[in-house]
């Protein structure tokens, strides 16, 4: 139709190649339409060898969903929005891949990416935002990523949501491990304001950064990176 949607309802889809003396190439998985999540549990993997999986259009979860990217040494693209409109995803996990591109800002609850024994080589955001920051009285998420070669981002943002009187909100951490990182524009983790006043405001986020190779390179360029705590009856940490 005009506006077509692919939506995936707690959907396991599998290209894997077979076993060998190498592992054989996984089938591509492309979407060329937006697609969303609509329950938990969705996953795409092409196996542990070749085998692109490519987002064009926009993809989100209307219901805050979960997805698990395995990539295997092919590449991951998001051209489109990620959780864009106030769509974002639930957990984003990333556990393998070559290369990611993540080419549009990019909303979820909490990010990961190369946190388990397979391995992502590289990951470009440049231009693009990464955010788990928390809705109205939640928390910010944590985002966690980990290259073995070159990870560049441009804006990772991990505040607490707004109070609306549940008391204020904390900020989610940034966990940045790559062989050499490049950071462009900044990291923000607020935390969020006790608009009561009565209680204290919310924890800022802690941020960790590491470059892991054996000539270690971390770029800031011209970078701001907040974690002021929140407002109220005492400033949060």
């Known amino acids: 139709d005009g506006d077509p949607t692919i939506t995936l309802d707690g959907v396991a889809i599998d290209t894997s190649g077979g076993t060998?003396?190498?592992?054989?190439?996984?089938?591509?998985?492309?979407?060329?339409?937006a697609l969303s999540l609509s329950s938990a549990g969705s996953s795409i993997t092409t196996g542990a060898g070749a085998g692109?999986?490519?987002f064009d259009d926009a993809l989100?979860?209307?219901?805050?969903?979960?997805?698990?990217?395995?990539?295997?040494t092919g590449?991951?693209?998001?051209?489109?929005?990620?959780?864009?409109s106030g769509n974002a995803l639930g957990q984003l996990t990333?556990?393998?891949?070559?290369?990611?591109?993540v080419d549009s800002n990019l909303s979820a609850s909490r990010v990961e990416v190369g946190q388990t024994a397979a391995v992502v080589r590289t990951l470009d955001a440049t231009g693009a935002t990464i955010s788990t920051a928390g809705g109205d009285d939640t928390n910010g998420g944590d985002v966690l990523i980990t290259t073995s070669e070159l990870l560049t981002l441009d804006s990772v943002t991990t505040s607490g949501?707004?109070?609306?009187?549940?008391?204020?909100?904390?900020?989610?951490?940034v966990t940045l491990?790559?062989?050499?990182?490049?950071?462009?524009?900044?990291i923000t983790a607020l935390g969020g304001d006790d608009n009561g006043a009565d209680a204290a405001g919310g924890t800022g986020g802690s941020v960790t950064v590491t470059a892991l190779d054996g000539d270690p390179t971390?770029?800031?360029?011209?970078?701001?990176?907040?974690?002021?705590?929140?407002?109220?009856?005492a400033d949060g940490a």
Request: proline share 0%; aromatic share 2%; hydrophobic share 35%.
């Open 20 to 33: 060998g003396n190498a592992d054989g190439a996984g089938g591509q998985v492309q979407f060329t339409t």
């Open 52 to 54: 692109d999986i490519l």
């Open 60 to 72: 989100d979860s209307a219901t805050n969903q979960a997805l698990t990217l395995t990539a295997g």
């Open 75 to 84: 590449v991951v693209t998001f051209t489109g929005e990620v959780g864009g």
């Open 94 to 101: 990333l556990l393998s891949a070559d290369t990611v591109n």
């Open 161 to 173: 949501g707004n109070d609306t009187g549940a008391g204020a909100t904390s900020a989610g951490a």
């Open 177 to 186: 491990d790559g062989g050499d990182v490049a950071l462009l524009t900044g």
């Open 218 to 233: 971390i770029t800031l360029d011209g970078v701001a990176i907040d974690t002021s705590g929140g407002t109220g009856n």
